[in-house]
Nanobody
Framework: QVQLVESGGGLVQAGGSLRLSCAASGRTFSRYFMGWFRQPPGKEREFVAAINWSGSTTSHTDSVKGRFTISRDNTKNTVYLQMNSLKPEDTAVYYC???????????????????WGRGTQVTVSS
């Protein structure tokens, strides 16, 4: 198993930037696909981005492409989400998640994530 703790959320003006971090426990972090999801107010949780074990493969949902970048540092057991050019519609609780035992295609599509953090709030003011 892996335990996940997100940090880095906060209040930012539109056009600003934030970097979210997700620290993972356990010695097998590098075996997991890692993903970021978000849940806007009053809406369902949605996939944002994913990264494979080595960082060589990533995917980002269309609404964040060119603005958000997922990355990971396996030496620090941490995955990041760099968020630039933030918009009010990016306001949400952001969750880190881990996936194992699924195909790369499934993980890059936001499926098969079984371990979840508690989330960090991101609020973008207009």
């Amino acid at each position: 198993q892996v335990q996940l703790v997100e940090s880095g959320g906060g209040l930012v003006q539109a056009g600003g930037s934030l970097r979210l971090s997700c620290a993972a426990s356990g010695r097998t972090f590098s075996r997991y696909f890692m993903g970021w999801f978000r849940q806007p107010p009053g809406k369902e949780r949605e996939f944002v981005a994913a990264i494979n074990w080595s960082g060589s493969t990533t995917s980002h949902t269309d609404s964040v492409k060119g603005r958000f970048t997922i990355s990971r540092d396996n030496t620090k057991n941490t995955v990041y989400l760099q968020m630039n050019s933030l918009k009010p519609e990016d306001t949400a609780v952001y969750y880190c998640a881990a996936s194992q035992g699924v195909s790369t295609a499934q993980a890059m599509g936001g499926r098969g994530y079984v371990y979840w953090g508690r989330g960090t709030q991101v609020t973008v003011s207009s």
